[in-house]
């Protein structure tokens, strides 16, 4: 093997997304448009991230989002043909080192809590476990939508997307979000929506978050990107927002998914999903590495 590394601005958008599909294997497809939403929704620096060639052939990829001095590895693979060698270890540490000769002192990411292989590989390179997130799922009939009886004295209303940023301010006190729920992705999101639930004394609870139509396998779903919390919120509150958003996209309570993932474990809001009766269907570790001075 003659292994060469490039930065991914060698390549195009559709070319990454043919690599990310080799490099995942499996039979999952990605899609450039969508490839092509996530770098920018998630700051990926393509001049900051690596492609590793075999000669001539792309064999896998590691994508660095960026911003300031933090780093975020949105995406890390290599071509299954290629696993084993020692060529996963050798594209982390080189797409690292890069990084900090870039200004960058730390780098974080998220993987699932079962890929004990993966898990094995960051720790290899420095990663350490930082703390949990929990993954979150329900239908609008699980959560029982449809028998919620709104008092007449709340009020639920659409808001500008930009309004979610004197909330996300208050929230100073509730662990930091996931990478692609802090500030600057929420603001980037081209189809996102915000509404609040509010009484005579003022708003009580926010949501911003994105509704998709069903594809493929997926249901019509609401994805929940930041809930934000006064001090006087509760459950009904929370399923206020739930039923005002179902209704605004698909005019359907039942059968609408919600869907929430990357949520800390130790946030206010974990135990309110939980109690409301969202399913937890998954957890993944957040993982540092704190990079040294170059």
Not at 26 to 39: C, E, Q, R, V
Not at 58 to 74: E, N
């Amino acid at each position: 093997m003659r292994i060469i590394y490039q930065n991914a601005l060698q390549l195009t958008i559709p070319a990454l997304a043919e690599l990310q599909t080799i490099a995942y294997g499996g039979g999952w497809t990605s899609n450039p448009t969508k490839l092509a939403d996530i770098f920018r929704i998630q700051s990926v620096d393509l001049q900051q991230s690596l492609v590793v060639y075999d000669g001539r052939k792309a064999i896998g990829l590691a994508l660095l989002g960026r911003r300031r001095a933090h780093g975020w590895l949105y995406d890390f693979g290599i071509s299954p043909a290629y696993r084993g060698k020692g060529l996963g270890t050798g594209l982390l540490t080189t797409a690292t080192r890069e990084a900090a000769k870039a200004g960058v002192r730390d780098i974080e990411l998220d993987v699932w809590e079962k890929r004990d292989d993966a898990i094995r590989l960051y720790e290899r390179v420095g990663f350490q476990h930082r703390r949990t997130y929990f993954n979150f799922e329900a239908t609008g009939e699980q959560l029982r939508l449809s028998e919620l009886d709104m008092p007449p004295s709340l009020r639920l209303e659409r808001g500008l997307v930009e309004d979610v940023i004197g909330w996300y301010a208050a929230a100073r006190d509730q662990p930091e979000p996931c990478w692609d729920r802090r500030l600057p992705s929420l603001l980037t999101y081209g189809d996102a929506q915000f509404c609040t639930v509010a009484d005579a004394h003022g708003p009580i609870a926010c949501m911003h978050y994105v509704a998709r139509a069903a594809a493929h396998h997926d249901p019509n779903r609401v994805r929940p990107m930041f809930i934000g919390l006064s001090e006087r919120a509760k459950i009904e509150h929370l399923r206020a927002l739930f039923c005002f958003a179902a209704r605004t996209a698909f005019a359907d309570l039942a059968t609408t998914a919600f869907r929430l993932a990357l949520e800390p474990e130790t946030s206010r809001l974990a135990p309110i999903l939980a109690d409301m009766g969202m399913r937890m269907v998954g957890k993944a570790c957040d993982m540092r590495l704190i990079i040294a001075q170059v």
